[in-house]
């Protein structure tokens, strides 16, 4: 026998099957019996099989549910706790808006923080700065020679004196730039060989200190620059530092990046949202981050303040942000409506204000190695659940092996990544002939959803640093799966020439390419950015949505209508098939949800919970009006035939 013909799988009586699988009935038909006067099967689809194995594997698979349901808990607890957020307010461009106003500082302050503000972004501070505060007087070489004919005078350098006792002090070492002192005009000048205006020149401590005083939060921004000989060394007290650019200060140096590690101490990075920086992991390793979410000035101002607002709201409840970077808009009316809203929508999604206490997760390594043992049993059971059984168990351990190889041979994130693959379709793979199916596929999505929880939830991945791998297959592979799982159990040889001999009609060639273009449209508007864009009513649905309930995924909306009306074999023939692969997309939609691990656990699950529930409902009242329709155009003008023999 060919290695691919297995018509009597193993643990399963020989008994004869077709060749080909019959139609499912006319909807407007009676529905046939099967034997004994039991319903037949609403679908076409080929019945699993029922290997001697599958209710140990089952049994295996829910004994290892125990340890992931025990890691759910834990980190439920875990993100109840971490429902406080700082609203930081960008100080210097606050500064500024301040002064066109005719406002200090503190006076919009002190507005602000009426309205919610609890804390303040302070950048380091750079030479210029101290010119601008008049601690220092810095001039062109060129102007001062003019003025100083004969005194020495270099006028490609540049030069600096102090207008306050003590403002040169510590300047001339903290840089390795050469400088020396000159006298010209009969003042002490320190000559630079550069403009210096840009040089960091460490904090602003008393501006710090009566920020601290005020009891805001206080971020600090340290600028990076090679010339300084020891960066980190005069940081402020505080307890959080962001860093500008897209590398954090010394990443291009293994000694001064270490250096800056020792100078961190207790202070946490920043992790900023869509700002991947390198060399933050080496400071996150052993003190962990706070996630920070912030907006780009520009996209702000084209966005207005409600839909920013509704974006903040959105990063503080489903994204782990305990850090808000707010910038304000170019007037003050449009920042305290932003603020207004933001306040509101936090305080609606039980979110507080105040000073967040980052810890980082650490999940249980015994319990997380326990919940290993259920996505191996899944996936062998998957395998052993094919039409032929050896074909599934060459896919299942190709399965396997893939989803270990891109997760670089790490068990937990590996085995993650196979539960997500193979729970959306084990359901469906095992029984798929009744509309009550549904709730056997979905239940067991969900048992895949404490799996992928339990080994995917790590410090890391709750951070954001560390991805769920394979995501975007999450969406493909379970619709491969059961798409396999509907060929006869007959050799693959056979099952090739019937296909390449089926007539096809131009309509099913229309209904096919149909398909293909929608399941397209839903795996490119994957993810929270995507290449396929959405309408100006879609986002604005979209808002309204997540600012009054937590938003339902729409793929799971579509897909779950779709999986119930295929199971309830209303339409004729492969039709309710291609609606059992569409309702594919919303099982897996259920583990893709919960593959983002920044998002709180309790969050994802009342997006699902959500969906499930309108998706239900939307199926449960679509079964009788395809059927309705399915009559009407069979029947549509058959009563109005007799009539018009009589008048002819």
Same mark, same amino acid.
């Given at each position: 026998m060919s290695p691919v013909t297995d018509p009597h799988p193993p643990g399963s009586? +020989?008994?004869?099957?077709p060749t080909h699988t019959p139609s499912a009935p006319h909807p407007a038909l009676p529905a046939q019996r099967g034997a004994g006067g039991t319903p037949a099967p609403a679908t076409p689809a080929p019945p699993a099989t029922r290997h001697r194995l599958t209710w140990p594997l089952l049994s295996l698979t829910l004994l290892s549910l125990i340890p992931a349901l025990v890691l759910a808990w834990q980190r439920v607890a875990f993100e109840q706790g971490e429902k406080t957020v700082a609203l930081v307010m960008d100080y210097p461009a606050m500064a500024v808006q301040a002064q066109r106003v005719g406002l200090t500082p503190q006076q919009l302050l002190d507005r602000y923080k009426a309205l919610g503000v609890n804390g303040a972004a302070v950048y380091e501070d750079v030479i210029g700065n101290l010119e601008q505060r008049g601690e220092v007087y810095v001039r062109r070489g060129a102007d001062l020679a003019a003025e100083n004919p004969g005194a020495g005078v270099d006028p490609q350098a540049?030069? /600096? &004196?102090?207008?306050?006792?003590?403002?040169?002090?510590?300047?001339?070492?903290?840089?390795?730039?050469?400088? &020396?002192?000159?006298?010209?005009?009969?003042?002490?000048?320190?000559?630079? %060989?550069?403009? %210096?205006?840009?040089?960091p020149a460490g904090p602003n401590e008393a501006l710090i200190a009566s920020l601290k005083a005020q009891g805001l939060v206080t971020l600090y921004r340290p600028y990076d620059d090679?010339?300084? &000989?020891? %960066?980190?060394?005069?940081? +402020? =007290?505080?307890?959080?530092?962001?860093?500008?650019?897209?590398?954090?200060?010394?990443?291009?140096? %293994?000694?001064?990046?270490?250096?800056?590690? &020792?100078? /961190?101490g207790r202070r946490l990075p920043a992790l900023i949202e869509g700002s991947e920086q390198r060399g933050l992991d080496t400071l996150i390793e052993n003190r962990g981050a706070a996630r920070m979410f912030a907006l780009n000035p520009s996209w702000q101002n084209r966005l207005g303040p409600e839909e920013v607002a509704s974006k903040y709201a959105l990063a503080a409840r489903e994204r782990g942000h305990r850090l808000l970077y707010l910038r304000p808009f170019p007037t003050v009316?449009?920042?305290?409506?932003?603020?207004r809203r933001t306040s509101t929508l936090l305080e609606r999604s039980g979110v507080t204000v105040g000073a967040p206490?980052?810890? +980082?997760?650490? +999940? =249980?390594?015994?319990?997380?190695?326990?919940?290993?043992?259920?996505?191996?049993?899944?996936?062998?059971?998957?395998?052993?659940s094919f039409p032929l059984p050896r074909l599934g168990l060459l896919v299942a351990g190709g399965l396997g092996l893939g989803a270990l190889a891109l997760n670089g041979l790490d068990p937990f994130a590996g085995t993650a990544l196979i539960a997500a693959l193979t729970f959306p379709a084990l359901g469906l793979v095992l029984r798929r002939s009744r509309v009550t199916d549904w709730f056997l596929a979905t239940g067991l999505s969900l048992v895949g959803v404490l799996f992928v929880s339990a080994l995917g939830a790590n410090r890391e991945s709750v951070l954001g640093l560390e991805p769920f791998r394979g995501v975007g297959l999450t969406l493909?592979?379970?619709?491969?799966?059961?798409?396999?799982?509907?060929?006869?159990?007959?050799?693959?040889?056979?099952?090739a020439r019937d296909l390449y001999h089926a007539p096809i009609k131009l309509g099913d060639v229309a209904v096919m390419g149909l398909g293909l273009a929608v399941f397209a449209l839903?795996?490119?508007?994957?993810?929270?950015?995507?290449?396929?864009?959405?309408?100006?009513?879609?986002a604005q649905l979209r808002q309204d949505l997540q600012d009054t309930i937590i938003r339902p995924r729409f793929k799971e909306l579509a897909g779950h209508p779709l999986a119930l009306v295929g199971l309830s074999g209303a339409l004729p023939g492969y039709f309710s098939l291609m609606l059992i692969l569409g309702g594919v997309i919303g099982q897996a939609s259920i583990l893709?949800?919960?593959?983002?691990?920044?998002?709180?656990?309790?969050?994802?699950?009342?997006?699902?919970?959500?969906?499930?529930?309108?998706?239900?409902?939307?199926?449960?009242?679509?079964?009788?009006?395809?059927?309705?329709?399915l009559r009407l155009w069979t029947t549509w003008g058959s009563r109005r035939a007799p009539t018009a023999e009589v008048r002819a």
């Open positions: 009586p +020989p008994t004869h099957t540049a030069y /600096m &004196r102090a207008l306050r006792p003590g403002g040169l002090d510590g300047l001339s070492g903290r840089y390795t730039i050469p400088t &020396r002192e000159v006298q010209i005009g009969g003042q002490t000048w320190l000559e630079w %060989p550069t403009d %210096p205006s840009f040089l090679v010339a300084v &000989r020891a %960066p980190g060394a005069d940081w +402020p =007290d505080v307890p959080f530092v962001a860093f500008t650019g897209d590398e954090v200060i010394g990443a291009r140096t %293994p000694e001064r990046l270490a250096q800056i590690d &020792r100078a /961190m009316n449009e920042t305290e409506d932003f603020l206490v980052i810890r +980082p997760f650490a +999940p =249980d390594g015994t319990l997380r190695a326990l919940s290993l043992l259920g996505p191996l049993a899944a996936l062998v059971l998957l395998g052993l493909l592979v379970p619709l491969v799966l059961v798409g396999l799982s509907f060929l006869p159990r007959q050799d693959l040889r056979q099952t839903v795996f490119l508007r994957r993810g929270n950015t995507s290449s396929v864009g959405v309408s100006s009513t879609e893709n949800t919960f593959s983002h691990f920044h998002t709180p656990l309790l969050i994802s699950a009342a997006r699902c919970f959500i969906g499930l529930g309108v998706g239900l409902l939307l199926g449960l009242i679509a079964i009788p009006v395809v059927r309705w329709l």
